[in-house]
């Protein structure tokens, strides 16, 4: 067998797999993972002889008579996630209130090798993580709550809240193959083989219990993955609504030809931020000790004591602590969609998505297509993003910067970016001294 035929051998399960919430781990301040890992409601090891398929939480189910139509009646949790189930082998994690959680999940090649599936959204899916202290599902329908329940725990039966959105692309993660995806983050995004990871860097969506959690209860997070096949390629983003159940927002959106959900239930024991369980580094309000978990200043995380990572299996993705809704979907189309939060690598090979230029309020960025765009990386690696992730800023410009001639650097682990934009007066701003940070593509200016 030659080396090439090996090599596409290996990678062929990888996309037919499935992904689920394998592990969950608190965050600290500096951006790393800290403590023992806890898991998902009645998780059970891979190769452990269970059918993978069970383990999905996939809506609609394969092999039903009504075909991929989604039912009023289709559960929100798989059986064994209905209700709080855990053992001694894979335990919930106790955190504080307004602990940073990391939700681990391994890509299976949907990220690093995205030709192997058309049409599926640029962005590899949307994942939604909702919120609750209802910690039985077994009467909730994915129809209840996905797309109802909002960030103001008003929407739908009330009794639930949109605590996230995010890219299933998280912009460092990758599965060992020879794609061209894994092969550039392997050399950006180093880690060391450790169990369960093995040399793979599992991807993560990281999102905060609430502050006013209350300590001895149990939380619930419901971590939903909106993976669908489109009615045409190179769609950013999943749009917001369920087939069978509404429609794009705009007309001449494109709209969903298959549909595909994978939802995992994960819950945390809500301690005292000081509770000698949780080790060294205690929940962000204990008011004693210098070692706290990760916390949110206003509408930013302190950025200052991020450390360089030396390991990225252990680290956070510093975007998703500053940015709780990546992933715009309350009240808008797929086409006010913000692509400069969508990791570049994952659409490679494919139609580029559009650049935007420093918006003049970075509260309301303005997502331009370009005239042209150009790109520029070391040799021998593609252009890869570190869209969200703790990377060490260029210490000259600490992050971005724009020049007079309207380009834009992008420092990555390794590797440096550089894309020109022409795309109108938007996009030859003055240059302007000071101190950049960083969000997508975009700039938000610090001074």
């Known amino acids: 067998m030659t080396a090439a035929a090996a090599a596409l051998l290996a990678l062929a399960p990888l996309a037919a797999a499935h992904s689920w919430v394998e592990q969950t781990m608190r965050i600290a301040a500096n951006g790393t993972m ?21 383990l999905t939480g996939l809506i609609p189910p394969n ?25 001694p082998t894979f335990p919930m994690l106790s955190a504080a209130p307004a602990d940073f959680i990391a939700l681990q999940y391994q ?5 690093t090798l995205p030709a192997n599936q058309a049409n599926k959204p640029r962005n590899r899916g ?43 692309d998280d912009g460092q993660c990758y599965q060992i193959n020879s794609g061209p995806i894994s092969t550039a983050r392997q050399a950006s995004y180093k880690k060391k083989p450790t169990d369960p990871m093995g040399a793979n860097l599992w991807c993560q969506s990281d999102v905060q219990i609430p502050a006013n959690a209350k300590v001895g209860s149990t939380y619930t997070m419901i971590w939903v993955w909106d993976w669908p096949t489109m009615s045409q ?24 030809a298959l549909s595909e959900y994978y939802v995992s239930v994960v819950d945390f024991k809500v301690v005292d931020p000081c509770a000698a369980e949780l080790g060294a580094v205690k929940g962000p309000t204990c008011a004693s000790g210098s070692s706290k978990a990760a916390t949110v200043q206003g509408d930013a995380v302190d950025y200052i004591k ?57 509260g309301a960025p303005t997502s331009l297509a370009p005239a042209s765009t150009s790109s520029t990386h070391a040799a021998g690696a593609l252009p ?33 970016v550089t894309v020109t934009v022409t795309a109108g007066a938007a996009a030859t701003a003055p240059s302007k001294k000071g101190r950049w940070l960083r969000r997508g593509l975009r700039m938000v200016d610090l001074d």
């Open 233 to 256: 390629p190179n769609v950013q983003v999943s749009p917001p609504y369920i087939k069978g159940f509404g429609q794009p927002v705009k007309s001449g959106d494109p709209t969903i």
């Open 107 to 111: 890509e299976n090649g949907h990220v």
């Open 126 to 168: 949307t994942v939604y993580v909702y919120g609750t202290t209802h910690n039985d599902l077994s009467q909730v329908n994915l129809v209840d709550i996905h797309l109802k329940w909002n960030k103001a725990g008003t929407g739908g039966d009330g009794k639930g809240v949109l605590l996230a959105t995010r890219n299933y």
């Open 63 to 87: 092999g039903r008579p009504t075909g991929n139509a989604i039912l009023a009646t289709d559960k929100l949790a798989r059986p064994v996630q209905q209700t709080v189930s855990y053992s």
């Open 306 to 362: 991020f450390a360089k990572q030396t390991d990225w299996g252990m680290a956070a993705v510093r975007e998703q602590l500053l940015n709780p809704f990546m992933v715009n979907v309350e009240g808008s189309s797929i086409a006010t969609e913000d692509a400069t939060l969508i990791p570049p690598a994952s659409g490679y090979d494919q139609e580029a998505p559009a650049v935007a230029a420093p918006a003049a309020n970075a």
């Open 384 to 416: 890869t993003s570190d869209l969200g992730s703790p990377y060490e800023v260029d210490p000259a410009t600490e992050g971005l910067r724009l020049t007079n001639g309207g380009v834009v650097t992008q420092y990555v682990p390794q590797t440096t």
């Open 34 to 54: 800290v403590g023992t890992p806890g898991f998902a409601r009645g998780q059970v090891p891979r190769g452990s002889g269970v059918d993978e398929n069970s």
